[in-house]
């Protein structure tokens, strides 16, 4: 197992807080003959700051991870802290304030609200909690996604890029303190799509009245995705197996053609 | 592609059974209906052959055609010759009187409102054809003025066994000689002799049907001969009618022709089948308004559930456009997509038949329930199932429901193969522009019906006053999604005010798919619209017996029975002598018949005429004496009559002729159209018998308890002061609405389901987006505010909608009929406010299962849902 950054236990030195940390993560699905184990004892430190990329073969648990991170799935045992919270106990009232506060998200598709405008979309979980939106950050966030003439727009009025442009900026919008992504692009073309990355690039590495400085996750099996990251986290049958830092796409699809290569059966 | 259609159907049973549940409820009425009135013609038929004989010699004219004998009689020297007649096996004559009341041991009068309370002598004799007919079948004929014989239910109700004393109150009786008056009459000695009768003998026979068949609630006292010609004859050796029975091997016909020859004038033989054809069918025609009402609501049932079948077609249809694509990508052709969609209905159609018809069976017999609380005992007759009943209900349940979801079904024709292979599949629709021209036109249509219909003099007002309101309602439905938009947009920025984001995104929603929002409403709409009319109806209907009865009302108190059916004379005299009371004015109605139709003729004392404040538009009111008739001005125009006309009717004594002296206008106090002399009355062969009383006093303190003494004996007949009296008239009225208001409830449940099914299958349709909703933080109970509120938006649309037309409907109806004696047009504004405020519970309660369904979403799998 690949060595995981340092203990936040270790007093001495203040790192920052892990924006969100996962302990012995375990999940199964079926039983019997069927029993597929999802998540196998992960265990991983997302730190915060940064932009994270979670790869494997499909079946790995690489969507199974994020969904648990995200409060959208309970794992069998171990644990899951967004920021200092503990969240696999948490009833689902609390879950829901957590991720209407502390997380945001992007899906591969059917992020808006087909109703709601661009605007309105963007503010949706703020409205929902009964908050108006931080305005510089707001004003920051929009002009960063770069839609500022399509606010009033509804969501079949714009391009699939825009689309997943305004789910950005919904994720970013409220300031959460982890953003996850799954397959943000993998319904774009390979244009949009790389307007989709550079904004996410540029909300974690621009200054924080630039709408910078957020924390990422994406879920991606695209090494062009992944070679957008600072770090690439690869799972196989539900283990941490890999990991790069600063990726580029050459050794991303290193690591890939060896987790596809078949291995001897037991 | 027949499986497919199965399948398909298996996948979604709980949102099609919704959609059945209204065609369950419509085939139910119709079913019910069909049972109920063919169980209602058998259960008369059996009665009333099972009560007459082979032949029925009876007086021309016979029985008045309330069903009370006249007062003329059959001597029974006539029933000597009769017995000689060849063919005739035995002879019995017969003592009849209505309005024989038997009071139960706890002081009540066993009846109900319709059928009547008879008494009579017990003979014994056998029906026609030889059915055994009544019998007794405990204890033994009455003997002597002290014993009676009931019939079994009428016993049972009273709560009576053979051996007890029962009352009896013959409130038609001739009165009786003191002296000769039977029974005894405890604690009320020295009685005047015209105080009325109450009589107390002793149950001594239970009479019954041993092969079957029940009095269907009349109740029936039987005297023996002397004792019933003494009490409802004055004594006389006569009898009302008299019964033939056939020797063996002789037919009705034979025998009937037999009787003839040796009939005096004046009096007719029948055969018995003729006879109880005859009652049977008088019964059946007061009935038969029922079976056109149930069946009208079945229709309303019906139409509010093709809408609901309509939207949930479309929905299911809008879903399935990606599976239905496929289908067609592998090679289905339009015709056999569209057909899969059809196939999906019929058998629903067969499902929602079948269901509805148990429920039909159900239904039938809370109506015999309802009738027996009525006094209509129809128990001892099984239910009929005849064959149209199961024709009908199938042929209606499936034709509704394929003809309801053809719309739908062939939109999916429009779906093209390349379809399968897009994320988002929009079925192609037509144009809402058209949609609501083509609503404009027929709700413009149906109000030219409507107009036709109350205002013209056109044949079938009420056909054409139907489908115009249908028209309307239909048309109104149809325009209603483009109608609806202003409204829904208004509530929209409201509903964004107040409940912040959750408000908005729930009038987004009700905006989102403006036709699906409009049809939900509809359905509610127009169960409410209807409720309205009728709320109209029924208000103006009271405030006009209150105006009448405040314009009309003369004297001091009135006194009648419950429901205005005849008393004894018995009971006028007796207060004439209450100390106070200055004059006894009597009324009397009696049916009789002109040019072959029924009417009404009523008569008064001509020196009565001038209390009465009737108002003579010409001739003059003291025209009226024995040979002459005031007629009431609507009738008189109707008929086209003029002072000075002769009026013939058909008199139990023949053929009378009366000369018009006066037009009056109308007025209430006068029941009937024609009024003539008491004399004129009785010497046409009526039996004397007062139906209303109205009593001038001199106002003195104590002069209703002095008078209310006088009838304390009987439950049946009341004084009432104006106050009273204008109570008791709007009673049946507030009866009749209640009546209506709780079968107008069915279709308000049907559109409430309507609503349920709506939204159910809106978010299924949207679990997506629901999903992505959850995962970026609405709470549950922010879900189910956002589709509770959606709910109430659609309800509170439909009512809105229906009130207004309710109104509309309402006012044009009461418009028409305002000279017909409801001249006062009265809006129940608070009513309809409580219908408003009905269509929030209803949206509530309405969103209640959807909402947990949202709430309890699976977040996970809602995004992940394809």
Known sequence: MTASPPAPSAEIVPEPLPAARVRHLTKTYGTGD??????????????????TAVMGPSGSGKSTLMHCCAALD??????VFIGDQEITRLKDKALTRLRRDEIGFVFQSFNLVPTLTAEENIKLPMAIAGRSPDRAWYDAVVATVGLADRLSHKPSELSGGQQQRVAVARALASRPRIVFADEPTGNLDSHSGAEVLELLRRSVDAPPEEGGGQTIVMVTHDPVAAAWTDRVVFLGDGKVVDELRSPTREQVLDVMNRLAEPRPTA | MIRAALKSLLGRKVRLLMSTFAIVLGVAFVAGTLIFSDTLNRSFTALFS????????????GTTADGSPSSVTLPASLLEKLRDVPGAARVDGNVNAIGVFVVSDEGKVVSGFGPPAIGGNWT???????LEGMAIVEGHEPHGADEVALDQRTAERAGYDVGDRVTVIPSTAMVPDTSEQPGEQPGQPGQPPAEPTRLEPTLVGIIGFPSGGSLNGATFAAFDTATAQQLFLGGEDAYSDAWVTAADGVSQEQLRDAVAAELPDGVEAVTGDHASDEAASDLLKAVSFLTTFLLIFAGIALVVGAFLIVNTFSILVAQRSRELALL???????????????????VLGVIGATVGLGLGVLLAMGIRALFANFGLDLSGQSLIFAPRTFVASYAVGIIVTMAAAWLPARRTGRIAPVQALRDDVALPEASLHRRFLAGLVLVGAGLVLLWLGLFSDLPHGGWLTGAGVLAILLGVAGASPVLSRPFLAVVRTAYARLFGTVGLLAGQNALRNPRRTAATASALMIGLALACTMAIVGDSAKASVDASIEENFVGDFIVSNVIGSEFTPAIGDAMEGVDGVERVVRERYKQTERDGDRMAVAAVDPQDVGRLELQANDGALDGLADGSVLVQQSWADDEDVAVGDDLTFEMPVGERTYRVAGIVDDNPIVVAPVLMTLTDLADAGFTASDNVLILFTDGSPGVQDRLDAVVADLPVVTVKDQGEFAQEQREPIDQFVLMIFALLGLALVIAVLGIVNTLALSVIERTREVGLLRAIGVSRRQLRWMITLESVLIAVLGALLGVALGIGFGVALMYAVRDQGLEVISVPFGQLGVFLGLSVVIGVLAAVFPARRAARLDVLRAIATE
Do not use: C, M, N, Y
């Open chain 1, 74 to 79: 309970t794992a069998d045992s171990g644990q």
């Open chain 2, 124 to 130: 014994g004799a056998p029906a026609g054809h030889g």
């Open chain 2, 328 to 346: 067609r990508a592998l090679g289905a052709s339009k015709r056999q997509v569209t057909w899969s969609v059809q196939l999906e209905a019929f």
């Open chain 1, 34 to 51: 069927a029993l597929v184990t999802a998540l196998d004892d992960v265990t991983l430190d997302l730190a915060a700051g940064e932009f």
């Open chain 2, 50 to 61: 099972s009560t007459v004989g082979d032949v029925v010699v009876r007086p021309e004219g």
